[in-house]
């Protein structure tokens, strides 16, 4: 059973930190004083401004400001500035024991899914798939914070994993099956294929999205996981947006899913609003989750904060 972080309560504090790309002063700044506003203690890593090109400092110093936030009594949550590139060259700097004794809550997506997968395989830890940062803005849907809020700030379960009104979850091949939910972003997953930190789907519920790639690659990406068994391991599939992805050679997302995906037999939802969408669905990276795709419904089993 994972463990699950101590729930987020108004006024506790927020460890800031950057860990892959850097995310420009003023933004952090707006983001910050929203937090705040929100009535939040806000704690800034040493490196949360460094900016060496497309790194946010040394690996060493990104895992240096993230080890520093774990074993931060006062901090509750880790929010990290954005994802970028960089993260998985955090992970052979971390200590996963002193993670694993000083549970905190950890959000994010994009190439923080390597994290949050990492941190659940390595430290048992329960992380979320869900904002960062660079989402507290003014602008942000109220879909969105509710969704990070309802899993991090409440041990009310079971809760459905649900879109917006308007946006339905799509079944794709009929089945229900209940397994802890893994995955995230398909490039950094892909990334961590032959590595220690590769993603195990072994009895998992697999979510996966992308954004911003062409669709033929999309589908080299999927068959990389598919040879290296991990649809085969899983028990189900979700699958969520491909935002702004390049239709390539008349191909679409969606014939990819039906050519490629459906024929794969695995139980298999898709349309979840998720990640680098505009609406953001909060998916806790290592909670047992019911896949039903008869009812097209996505259910948390089990809390995924602790009381305190």
């Known amino acids: 059973m994972a463990i699950k972080p101590p729930l987020l309560q ?70 990290p500035t954005r994802g970028g590139v960089g993260i998985a060259g955090i992970l052979p700097y971390l200590d996963y024991r002193t993670i694993s004794l ?38 942000t849907p109220p879909y969105n914070f509710n969704q990070f809020f309802g899993l991090i700030s409440s041990t009310t379960y079971p809760k459905l994993i649900q879109n917006p009104p308007g946006i339905p979850l799509i079944p794709k091949v009929p089945g229900n099956v209940t397994g802890r939910i893994v995955g995230g ?16 789907t072994r009895g998992c519920i697999l979510f996966l999205e ?9 589908y080299r990406m999927i068959n990389h996981l598919k040879l290296a068994g991990k649809f085969a391991d899983c028990v189900g599939i979700v699958m969520g947006e491909c935002t702004n992805c ?5 191909k679409t997302y969606d014939d990819l899913i039906n050519e490629v995906m459906v024929p794969l037999g695995k139980p298999l939802i898709t349309n979840l609003s998720s990640a680098h969408g505009i609406y953001k669905a909060a998916v806790p ?10 009812t097209a419904s996505l259910t948390i089993l089990e809390p995924t904060v602790s009381a305190r």
């Not at 994010?108 to 989402?135: A, C, E, H, W």
């Not at 972003?185 to 195990?200: A, F, K, Q, R, Y």
């Not at 390049?246 to 008349?250: E, M, R």
């Not at 990276?285 to 008869?294: D, E, P, Q, S, Y």
């Open 185 to 200: 972003n398909l490039t950094s997953l892909v990334d961590t294929l032959g590595t220690p930190h590769e993603i195990d």
């Open 246 to 250: 390049v239709t390539s050679y008349g």
């Open 10 to 79: 108004p006024g506790d504090t927020i460890g800031v930190v950057s860990l892959g790309s850097p995310l420009p002063a003023s933004e952090i700044d707006s983001a910050v004083a929203i937090l705040k506003n929100m009535g939040f203690q806000v704690i800034l890593g040493n490196y949360v401004y460094a900016d060496s090109g497309f790194l946010s400092g040394t690996d060493e110093q990104r895992a240096y400001d993230l080890m520093n936030m774990f074993i931060n009594p006062q901090v509750r949550l880790i929010l």
């Open 210 to 218: 992308e954004t911003h790639e062409q669709i033929n690659r999309v």
């Open 285 to 294: 990276i290592g909670a047992r989750v019911n896949l039903n795709t008869i």
């Open 102 to 139: 000083n549970p905190k809550i950890v959000s994010g997506y994009s190439d923080v899914t390597v994290l949050l997968n990492t941190l659940y395989q390595f430290s048992d830890l329960m992380t979320f798939s869900s904002l960062m940062l660079i989402n507290f803005r003014m602008d």
